[in-house]
């Protein structure tokens, strides 16, 4: 376990690097419980990015199909899609 250190915000203890944004000071105060803050933030993070993939599908569905089939600008913005997916679920 790495070294931690109190939030100078809300003291809440966190590691180094670990996702502390400021709704996770206020959530603190109100309960001072540094787990069950980051059960909840790790639940926001994967309901965001589950949004973030299906309105990324939904976009590259719309634009597989186009009258004169995929052009360049099509297949450039599924590659941007696909691109931004990797890049989410390797973070």
Excluded: W
Excluded at 5 to 33: S, V
Excluded at 36 to 65: D, I, S, T
Excluded at 74 to 81: P, T
């Amino acid at each position: 376990m790495s070294e931690q250190t109190a939030c100078g915000e809300c003291g809440m203890l966190i590691e180094a690097g670990e996702y502390h944004p400021y709704i996770a000071c206020l959530a603190f105060k109100q309960c001072r419980d540094g787990d069950m803050v980051r059960v909840n933030l790790r639940g926001l993070r994967y309901r965001a990015q589950r949004e973030e993939r299906e309105a990324c599908a939904k976009v590259c569905e719309n634009l597989r199909f186009t009258e004169l089939g995929p052009t360049l600008e099509a297949k450039h913005q599924r590659n941007l899609c696909a691109q931004a997916i990797r890049q989410r679920e390797g973070a």
